[in-house]
């Protein structure tokens, strides 16, 4: 028999948006309109929301985890009965798996791509000259000092 | 309602409403604006023939729309007192120039286009409150596309269109190609239990309504395809499993999961939806011909001048305040004044049934005495010393005083209708009002008592008589142990722990001082204890004005049943009287020897106190 990990949901408490997954009913409105779910059988935020309950740390936080397939489109704030914020508790395992390292590697990507230009995809000389022959202005260049000191 | 109607001691006013409350419990005056009907209910016998010639036709509300009347109409057949009345708005004018045909063919004459309104003056005992409910409505929860489908309907429509007289004659059909669907859905929840959107409370009947409209719905179709869509059944009532299971072996399916977005096939007019199966954990896609929005219970929307004249409060949702959650749910805080129905709480038939007979008997000990016989704890007025400020109406949760600052009338207190929490003697800057039992004699003596031997040992605890005197006997009722040093004196309400009361402790050599009383939702005198938090705060900064540590006055809430909590406040309070130096004492002492009491009776009180 499987106990409850609620070691793992004192962590989740702490974190800003994690905190309101304790007020889940798990009426599954959240799932009815998700657009990860229709695609992804194996996503389901309203299971997400049951796992988190449970405190399933190896499930949510794992290297296998379904929740990097989220796409961040607040349908599941819009429909929540009980203001549980679904997209929000996901963001905020996001950060707990970032912390432990279990992301995918694409994310991690990413995430040194804003922080080397700023941007999440980088510019190329590629996309430099096509944007010249199709007569869009120059991409202006990001002030890196500023946001080094927003993320710090 | 016929038998009410007929009944030779209830007098029924239909189409009024309350204009002015004034008095207090057992002598209630009450002025009701009658309503102009435009025809003589006396005279009128509802033989219709006005109606057949009337030209204008408008929306019926009765039948939610479905169907017109005219504008010289009855609400619905069985409505008492049977008569037709005339809706001036919709009226082609009251003027018969213009049309004037109803009063053509009436025979018996009843009509008057220049009826007035009629004011009516009465005197009651009691007052009951049954101002009902509104239902949620569904247009702000746009995903179900309530106004955007013909098809989706609320469950107050699906009621007219199944009985037997409402537009069809009970024939069921949908509103966009008039046929009889083969497929229906129900939605469970729409407007409860939702903490963003609609209201947080459980409505109480909608699963219950859904039970019995699918079990009405497989009586008179048996082919046609029922699906309920909810997250909980609450079927708690006599016999209501009963019939859930009734439900769903007529062949009912309940899916567990809230569907998403509505979409609708615009050729057959048919309602897609797509809902996670939460037992199966599989997204289904159901083809649905109609589809019903079970609508909760929202609080009458308009009832705020029945609230302003009955000095009624609501609670968090909107309803109706009773004067205690368990032991008075049918009492308004205003006595006098009683609770039937929904006005209170959503509820069911049965409940406002057992609620209205409830309030009915209530009221009936009032009516069938004379005389009323009232608690003996009641505030008194010293007229020589009022200044008619009106503080100690301000304060009274009850309004239980009459004064008149402008007219410089003495403030005078209608003891039937205090409760005695003392909240007036309180704030009363003058010394001119005072409580019967609970005098500022009794309770400098108890202080002096107290504080005479020994004060720096003693912890002085004010604690109100429902709740924190209660929470302490309930701590020695279940041997909870804490130091003996505290003691108690005991108020009815914390409302009446005066400043004096607190500051004379300290200047009489008291270390820390307790005030507590009830949780603010759970006060027995509405929101007498607001008061004592607002007392306690100016304390403190008086407190700290003169040099002296706030702390060492604290507020406490605790309940009858916090025994517990009591203990472990008694122990904080001793953990700070150990604190508390005897330098700090004689300071205080020092600090607070110029305490003048307020009023000149209270000087001598007080000295008689102290001697």
């Avoid at chain 1, 950060?95 to 230009?117: A, M, Q, Y």
């Avoid at chain 2, 107050?156 to 509103?175: D, K, M, S, V, Y």
């Avoid at chain 2, 897609?272 to 109609?290: F, P, Q």
């Avoid at chain 2, 706030?550 to 009287?577: D, H, N, T, Y």
Wanted: with cysteine.
């Amino acid at each position: 028999m499987k106990l409850v990990n609620f070691k793992f949901r004192h962590k989740l408490n702490t974190i800003i948006g994690g905190e309101a997954h304790n007020f889940c009913y798990q009426c599954g409105a959240c799932v009815g309109d998700c657009p990860a779910a229709l695609y992804s059988p194996a996503f389901n935020p309203r299971n997400i929301l049951l796992e988190a309950l449970l405190g399933d740390e190896e499930s949510l936080v794992g290297p296998d985890s379904v929740i990097w397939d989220c796409t961040n489109c607040n349908t599941c704030y819009e429909r929540c009965p009980q203001a549980v914020r679904p997209v929000e508790v996901i963001i905020a395992l996001k950060n707990i798996s970032f912390e432990k390292g279990t992301n995918p590697p694409g994310v991690k990507s990413i995430l040194d791509s804003v922080k080397e230009s700023g941007r999440t995809v980088k510019t190329s000389s590629l996309s430099d000259r096509r944007r010249k022959e199709l007569g869009l202005k120059e991409i202006s260049i990001v002030p890196l000092e500023e946001l080094k000191k927003l993320l710090e | 309602m016929m038998d009410v109607g007929r009944h030779p001691k209830i007098k029924l006013y239909a189409y009024s409403e309350v204009e002015k409350v004034s008095g207090y419990i057992g002598n209630f005056k009450v002025k009701v604006r009658k309503k102009a009907r435009y025809v003589d209910e006396t005279k009128c016998n509802v033989c219709g023939e006005c109606v057949k010639v009337c030209p204008v036709a408008v929306p019926d509300e009765y039948q939610m729309g479905f169907s017109s009347r005219k504008a010289v109409y009855i609400q619905l057949p069985q409505a008492v007192p049977s008569s037709y009345l005339i809706n001036m708005k919709d009226c082609l004018g009251n003027n018969p120039i213009a049309c004037g045909k109803c009063a053509e063919v009436c025979d018996k004459k009843c009509i008057d286009y220049d009826m007035q309104d009629q004011f009516i003056d009465l005197e009651v005992g009691a007052i009951i409150v049954a101002t009902g409910l509104d239902v949620y409505d569904p247009t702000q929860l746009d995903e179900y596309g309530y106004t955007r489908f013909e098809n989706v309907i609320t469950s107050l429509e699906f009621e007219r269109l199944i009985c037997a007289g409402g537009p069809t004659q009970g024939h069921f059909i949908r509103p966009k190609d008039h046929q009889t669907p083969k497929s229906i859905g129900f939605i469970q929840c729409v407007g409860s239990r939702m903490e963003r959107r609609g209201n947080p409370y459980c409505s109480n009947v909608c699963c219950m309504n859904t039970v019995k409209d699918t079990v009405l719905l497989k009586d008179h179709y048996p082919d046609i395809e029922a699906k309920v869509f909810y997250m909980d059944i609450r079927a708690f009532g006599k016999g209501f499993e009963d019939l859930f299971k009734r439900s769903k072996e007529g062949g009912v399916k309940y899916i567990r999961g809230i569907p998403g977005d509505i979409e609708e096939d615009p050729k057959t007019g048919n309602l897609i939806l797509t809902v996670e199966n939460t037992t199966t954990g599989k997204i289904e896609k159901h083809n649905l011909e109609m589809l019903v929005l079970s609508i909760g219970f929202i609080p009458r929307l308009n009832p705020d001048p029945i609230q302003q004249l009955l000095t009624l409060s609501r609670t968090q949702d909107g309803f109706y305040l009773e004067a205690h959650p368990k032991l008075k749910p049918i009492d308004a805080p205003t006595k006098g004044v009683f609770f039937a129905g929904v006005a209170e709480s959503p509820k069911d038939i049965k409940d406002s049934v057992t609620q209205a007979s409830a309030a009915a008997a209530r009221a009936g000990i009032i009516l069938a005495q004379d005389k009323l016989t009232v608690e003996a704890i009641t505030s008194i007025v010293d007229k020589e010393l009022c200044t008619a400020c009106e503080i100690c109406y301000r304060a009274c949760p009850f309004k239980s005083i009459i004064v008149d600052k402008e007219k410089k009338i003495p403030a005078e207190i209608i003891e039937a209708a205090c409760a005695g929490c003392g909240t007036c003697g309180a704030e009363c800057p003058f010394g001119a009002v005072t409580m019967r039992h609970f005098t500022d004699r009794q309770i400098f003596s108890q202080i002096d008592a107290i504080l005479d031997e020994n004060p720096e040992e003693k912890v002085v605890v004010f604690a109100c008589n429902w709740c924190s005197y209660a929470g302490g006997d309930m701590a020695g009722i279940s041997r909870l142990q804490y130091p003996t040093t505290s003691r108690l004196i005991r108020t009815m309400c914390s409302g009446r722990v005066d400043e004096q009361f607190v500051l004379y402790s300290f200047q009489k050599g008291a270390p820390v001082v307790l005030v507590s009383g009830c949780h603010f939702a759970d006060c027995h005198y509405i929101d007498a204890n607001r008061w004592t938090q607002r007392r306690v705060e100016r304390l403190w900064d008086k407190l700290e004005r003169k040099g002296i540590r706030p702390e060492r006055l604290q507020l406490e809430w605790i309940s009858a049943a916090e025994g517990q909590k009591f203990a472990k406040v008694m122990r904080v309070m001793e953990e700070m009287r150990k604190k508390v130096t005897k330098e700090e004492i004689e300071f205080t002492k020092k600090a607070l020897s110029d305490l003048k009491p307020k009023g000149t009776k209270k000087v001598k009180v007080m000295a008689k106190a102290t001697a």
